[in-house]
T-cell receptor, first 113, second 117 residues
């Protein structure tokens, strides 16, 4: 069965360092992969989308890579700030625009001042 | 960016009562909206896809008579939890897609924490 794995353990890093979060998947051939941020008691907020034919995407301090051979995406936050503390979800979208997006469990990031 | 407003943010009700949750797209028309539930430290689970002017499509295992969805306009979808019981306590979230043809970009409401006593 399809499976999305994110490290459900919290990731603690020092302010100013680069945070790297991992999203692995199995039994899946996504057309695209999304990353969302979710704060406690709030809905997710869309951050970035990367397609299967793209290796890397950047947006300000965020960088996403997508390796379809390894079936893995890495999400980086450079120069991390305490305000970046949140849970980050990856989501996979299958081919065909109408197909439903499947979410991972998320990784909780804590940036320590 | 597109804004989705969800209401109420928190509701506490007695067992056996019904609760309605509203999801509105404020600055765009959403022909399709999605309803999810999320348990603590668990992933978002899609419950149903709400289509304007037609019946909702429910995911396997979700009782359509229990979770009534109405999408009467291009900007409003409602989820009614009927005869709520403590096991229905959860965080419910709606989302809408900006594109009429793709789920590539989803905008989420702020969620509703339902507690059934």
């Amino acid at each position: 069965s399809q499976k999305i794995e994110q490290n459900s353990e919290a990731l603690n890093i020092q302010e100013g360092k680069t945070a790297t979060l991992t999203c692995n998947y199995t039994n899946y051939s996504p057309a695209y992969l999304q990353w969302y941020r979710q704060d406690p008691g709030r809905g997710p907020v869309f951050l970035l989308l990367i397609r299967e034919n793209e290796k890397e995407k950047r947006k300000e301090r965020l960088k996403v890579t997508f390796d379809t051979t390894l079936k893995q995406s890495l999400f980086h936050i450079t120069a991390s700030q305490p305000a970046d503390s949140a849970t980050y979800l990856c989501a996979l979208g299958p081919p065909g625009g109408y197909q439903k997006v499947t979410f991972g469990i998320g990784t909780k990031l804590q940036v320590i001042p | 960016g597109a804004v989705v407003s969800q209401h109420p943010s928190r509701v506490i009700c007695k067992s056996g009562t019904s609760v309605k949750i509203e999801c509105r797209s404020l600055d765009f028309q959403a022909t399709t909206m999605f309803w999810y539930r999320q348990f603590p430290k668990k992933s978002l689970m899609l419950m149903a896809t709400s289509n304007e002017g037609s019946k909702a499509t429910y995911e396997q295992g979700v009782e359509k008579d229990k979770f009534l969805i109405n999408h009467a306009s291009l900007t409003l979808s409602t989820l009614t939890v009927t005869s709520a019981h403590p096991e229905d306590s959860s965080f419910y979230i709606c989302s809408a897609r900006l594109s009429a043809t793709s789920n590539e970009k989803l905008f989420f409401g702020s969620g509703t924490q339902l507690s059934v006593l």
